[in-house]
C-alpha cells in the first residue's frame, strides 16, 4: 500500500510538471501559444512560424518535454490496464517505459533532420517536420489530459485509453492530410523519396518499439 501511495505520489508530482511546463510556454509564448491551439484545425501556425530558423526553440522544446513525460504516463497506465493490474506494481517500470520512449523519440527526430540535411528537398522536409512536431506537442496536451482523467476521474480506464487513441489518431491523420493537400507538387516531384522515409522514419521506430515493449514486458 505505501509503495502504490508512493508511485501515486510520483504521477501527481509528474503532471503538475506537465502544467508547470504548458503554463510556462502560455506565459512566454501568448501569442505564439494560442496560434498553436489551431493546428488541429487549421494551417495558420504552420505558415506563420514553419520558416523561422533557431537552433534552439524554446517553444517546442518545452512541449516536447511534456509529451515525452505524458507519452511515458500513458504508455505506463495503459500497459497496467490492459494487463488487469489494480496496482503500481514497480516504481522503476515507468523510468524504463519513459528512458524507451524519450530515446527511440530523440534519435528518430535527430536521423530526421540529419537525412533533411542530406536530401535535395530538404526545405519541403524541414516543413513537414515542424508539422510533425507541432502535431507531436498537441498530441501531448491531449495525452497529458487523458493522464489527468486516470488520476482523477472515476471514468472507466479502458474508456479514456480507446478514445485517447481515437482522438490522437483523427489529430494526427487530419494534420497529415492537411500536409499532403498543401505540398502535393513537392511530394509528387520526390515521391520515391518521400515513401522512403515515410517507411524508414514513420513506420520502422515505432515498430521497434512495439517489439521492445512486447518483448521487455510481454
Not at 3 to 21: A, K, M, P, V
Not at 130 to 154: D, E, M, P, V, Y
Not at 179 to 208: D, G, M, W
Amino acid at each position: 500500500m505505501l509503495r502504490e501511495y508512493f508511485t501515486q505520489d510520483l504521477y501527481i508530482s509528474l503532471l503538475i510538471g506537465c502544467l508547470f511546463l504548458v503554463v510556462t510556454v502560455r506565459q512566454l509564448f501568448p501569442t505564439r501559444f494560442i496560434d498553436f491551439l489551431t493546428v488541429i484545425w487549421n494551417d495558420r501556425y504552420i505558415k506563420l512560424y514553419a520558416k523561422e530558423r533557431k537552433k534552439i526553440d524554446i517553444f517546442n522544446g518545452l512541449l516536447f518535454l511534456n509529451f515525452a513525460i505524458a507519452t511515458g504516463i500513458f504508455i505506463f497506465h495503459t500497459y497496467l490496464t490492459l494487463n488487469d493490474s489494480s496496482t503500481f506494481e514497480d516504481n522503476y517500470l515507468y523510468l524504463v517505459l519513459f528512458c524507451i520512449t524519450a530515446i527511440i523519440l530523440i534519435l528518430k527526430t535527430i536521423v530526421e533532420r540529419v537525412i533533411a540535411y542530406f536530401f535535395e528537398f530538404s526545405e519541403f522536409i524541414k516543413v513537414y517536420l515542424f508539422q510533425k512536431s507541432a502535431q507531436k506537442n498537441i498530441s501531448g496536451l491531449l495525452l497529458l489530459l487523458s493522464n489527468i482523467l486516470f488520476l482523477f476521474s472515476s471514468l472507466d480506464k479502458k474508456l479514456i485509453i480507446y478514445s485517447s487513441l481515437i482522438v490522437l489518431s483523427l489529430v494526427n491523420i487530419s494534420g497529415f492530410i492537411r500536409f499532403l493537400r498543401l505540398y502535393q507538387k513537392a511530394i509528387f516531384s520526390n515521391f520515391f523519396y518521400f515513401l522512403l522515409y515515410l517507411c524508414a522514419l514513420e513506420i520502422t521506430p515505432y515498430v521497434i518499439l512495439y517489439k521492445v515493449f512486447k518483448d521487455y514486458f510481454g
